[in-house]
């Protein structure tokens, strides 16, 4: 079994930046790829972007392209989020999730459906 927790949400002007983090327990995530996931109330879970932990290969939302960046901390092994210049509508609880691919693997999955470990979620709020 692995437990993830989320950490680093919190509540910013437009603008604001904040880096939630994704720590593992009970496995490492050598042959998983983890993917952060969002849902805005009222709103389906939706992907935004993925990393494959072994290969590094990175899948971007297009709705987030160029502006959030995912990065892993192997010594840690935890996975962050970075979200700089953060709008309104970015509002949301950010959730991340992990699925066993292989070691030999670069499959970065986009449907929550494709996850097996999820953790409970850190909320992400921007407001002026």
């Known amino acids: 079994q692995m437990q993830l927790v989320e950490s680093g949400g919190g509540s910013v002007q437009p603008g604001g930046s904040l880096r939630p983090s994704c720590a593992a327990s009970?496995?490492?995530?050598?042959?998983?790829?983890v993917g952060w996931f969002r849902q805005a109330q009222g709103k389906e879970r939706e992907f935004v972007v993925g990393i494959n932990w072994s290969a590094g290969r990175v899948v971007h939302a297009d709705s987030v392209m160029g502006r959030f960046t995912i990065s892993i901390d192997s010594a840690t092994n935890t996975v962050y989020l970075d979200l700089p210049t953060l709008r309104p509508e970015d509002t949301a609880i950010y959730y991340c999730?992990?699925?066993?691919?292989?070691?030999?693997?670069?499959?970065?999955?986009?449907?929550?459906?494709?996850?097996?470990?999820w953790g409970q979620g850190t909320q992400v709020t921007v407001s002026s």
């Open positions: 999730a992990a699925v066993y691919v292989t070691e030999s693997s670069l499959h970065v999955p986009t449907s929550p459906g494709s996850y097996t470990y």
């Open positions: 009970g496995r490492t995530f050598s042959g998983y790829s």
